[in-house]
């Protein structure tokens, strides 16, 4: 099976623009999650869609949001840019039904720089 | 506040010894911990995960040790090699459906290995 692809692998945006990140996760995997890793904060949970719902979200202002499309690949949307938005954004598919299915499996990320 | 905590923040050890990370967390609702290893410049990649029903699991040179009464886990690396040089993430999830795909993560553990 192919793994979780993420497209761009890099992005470079001003202060104030917007930016969408896309995911496609592992066929049949229908969960797919997003999270923000910095070097000072580390890796911190954006949200988690299953079957095209919103079912977590974490502590981000509501500049991040995101959407499922039935084929269950995944966009992630910043708005109005800041300075330290800069981060590598890397998201994670996992089969998402079943409590013992749980495992996360992560794509290579979209490397996002603000100036 | 980081619900997961992860030590040491980096350690250096020789080829054929072991690596030993720890983790503790404090929430009791956690019922599923994963070990990641990242390499610079990718996502992080699944290594092994426990549930608190079983003390100990083991994969190749990769061992979980888990204590739920002190709420702590550990990854030890046996055989060290060259090639394990990379950051280890501990992380946790809850039992509930709606956190399943949300993954706490500790701060990472930078590992070297040196010939």
């Known amino acids: 099976k192919a793994g979780v692809t993420q497209t761009p692998r890099y992005l470079i945006k001003t202060r104030g623009q917007q930016v969408t990140l896309s995911c496609s996760p592992i066929s049949g995997h229908r969960s797919v999650s997003w999270y923000q890793q910095t070097p000072g904060q580390g890796l911190q949970f954006l949200f988690e869609?299953?079957?095209?719902?919103?079912?977590n979200k974490g502590n981000f202002p509501g500049r991040f949001s995101g959407r499922q499309f039935s084929n269950s690949r995944s966009e992630m949307n910043v708005s109005t840019l800041e300075l330290g938005d800069s981060a590598l954004y890397l998201c994670a598919s996992s089969v998402g039904g079943r409590r013992m299915l749980r495992e996360q499996y992560f794509g290579p990320g979209t490397r996002l720089t603000v100036t | 506040q980081q619900q997961v905590k992860q030590s040491p923040q980096s350690l250096i050890v020789q080829k054929g010894g072991i690596s030993i990370i720890n983790c503790a967390y404090e929430n009791t609702a956690f019922d599923y911990f994963p070990w990641y290893q990242q390499f610079p410049g990718k996502g992080p990649a699944l290594l092994i995960a426990?549930?608190?029903?079983?003390s100990e699991k083991k994969e190749g040179r990769f061992t979980i040790s888990f204590n739920k009464s002190a709420k702590q886990f550990s990854l030890h690396i046996m055989d060290s090699q060259p090639g394990d040089s990379a950051t280890y993430f501990c992380?946790?999830?809850?039992?509930?459906?709606?956190?399943?795909?949300?993954?706490?993560f500790g701060a990472g553990t930078q590992v070297v290995v040196t010939p």
């Open positions: 426990i549930r608190p029903d079983v």
């Open positions: 992380a946790a999830s809850k039992g509930t459906t709606d956190s399943w795909g949300k993954l706490q």
């Open positions: 869609y299953f079957s095209e719902t919103q079912r």
